[in-house]
């Protein structure tokens, strides 16, 4: 896979922007707050439909504008393909593929793959629940196009959901029309929600042989690496040893669930269990890295993570997605930035951030493409 061209106009910091990518070792250079960071979201966002630091879609435009486009020129499986996306809220993104409309997400996703590894990533552990749901829900995504259709389903019927509990008012005694509409909703949620769960569980049951691996190299074969997905619904699911549930059967679990936590929902006037409240722990030799491990030991887990997406990813479309480093070298030790930097393929399109390219090793600089970054503009 070979991003060509980057075109954004109101994205961000820029106002108009066109970049020709001619090699697979790509370098934006240039000091901070100059939109380095920006063109790195900008190709998520293609590849993605959503933003790895923005909660929504007015927060990428540029500042006095209503709207803003993105477009993007690549080469799939020896295939040329353009794919853009207008961005103008309230309305829904317009998205096209080859100049043709897209009604769907899923008609969209797949065409152009990336793995984005950045500053903020290697905060994984330590942050919120939200965002190891975001990069678990971004990674399946690139795999399962259809599951960011379902993903956005599941958030629309929770939404309504969470408005009707508002309308009983902390009754815990429904009459027979409030009993018939709530179980309407929740049988939508439950079937929506257990596809979500059953990805998630085959996504992080694949990717855990893939990662255990590249953390025992990092870090000299001493730590055994354990991926676990912590459902209200099912419980946890350990990635190593747990057999992956089926989404009957958790669909059995669902509607058990809701009758235990009705109660407690209509107080709280939220759905208080589902996807939307789950979590990812990692756990290095039987420890619970999160609370336990140290910052070393953390940024490892997200290297190997990182790293068995990169591979993951490949083995399914048969292509190198494109890599994305954040400025994220600078905040590697010399071991773990030189294991990330030998560990990227030739046929890899790698595009990197960096304030300073005298950090980097003059084998890797030989065939860079340097673009110099100032103020949304590419000098």
Not at 77 to 87: K, R
Not at 167 to 195: A, M, P, R, Y
Not at 352 to 378: A, C, H, P, Q, R
Request: charged fraction near 25%; glycine fraction near 4%.
């Amino acid at each position: 896979m070979f991003l060509k061209k980057l075109k954004l106009i109101n994205f961000r910091n820029y106002d108009s922007c066109e970049i020709d990518f001619t090699g697979n070792k790509i370098i934006l250079l240039g000091k901070n707050a100059q939109g380095k960071t920006n063109l790195l979201e900008s190709i998520y966002y293609l590849a993605t439909l959503s933003s790895f630091r923005a909660n929504n879609d007015s927060e990428v435009i540029k500042k006095g504008c209503n709207s803003a486009f993105l477009s993007a020129e690549l080469i799939k499986n020896d295939t040329d393909i353009e794919i853009s996306i207008a961005i103008n809220p309230p309305k829904q993104k317009l998205i096209k593929v080859n100049g043709l409309k897209k009604s769907s997400y899923s008609q969209y996703l797949g065409h152009l793959a990336v793995v984005n590894f950045g500053v903020s990533d290697l905060l994984l552990l330590r942050g919120a629940p939200s965002d190891r749901r975001r990069w678990l829900d971004d990674a399946i995504s690139q795999i399962y196009p259809a599951y960011k259709d379902r993903l956005n389903k599941y958030n629309k019927i929770r939404t309504q959901r969470n408005n009707l509990l508002k309308e009983f008012k902390g009754n815990f005694h429904l009459n027979k029309v409030q009993k018939d509409t709530l179980s309407v909703f929740d049988e939508q949620i439950s079937i929506s929600g257990s596809n979500i769960i059953h990805l998630r569980q085959k996504y992080l049951k694949e990717v855990q042989i893939i990662a255990n691996l590249k953390h025992k190299k990092i870090s000299l074969e001493e730590e055994d690496l354990v991926l676990e997905y912590n459902s209200t619904i099912t419980g946890n699911f350990n990635a190593r040893e747990s057999e992956i549930i089926n989404p009957e059967k958790i669909l059995e679990s669902y509607q058990e669930a809701f009758k235990e936590k009705i109660n407690e929902e209509i107080a709280r006037i939220q759905t208080v269990i589902g996807p939307h409240r789950d979590d990812v722990s990692f756990y290095i030799n039987n420890i619970e890295a999160k609370s336990f491990a140290s910052q070393g030991q953390q940024r490892t887990i997200v290297l190997a993570l990182k790293l068995s997406e990169l591979d993951f990813i490949e083995n399914i479309i048969g292509e190198s997605p494109v890599l994305l480093l954040d400025d994220v070298l600078a905040e590697l030790d010399k071991t773990r930035q030189n294991y990330l930097l030998n560990s990227i393929k030739k046929d890899t399109q790698t595009i990197i951030t960096t304030t300073d390219i005298s950090g980097f090793n003059e084998k890797f600089l030989e065939d860079v493409t340097v673009y110099n970054i100032e103020s949304g503009k590419i000098i």
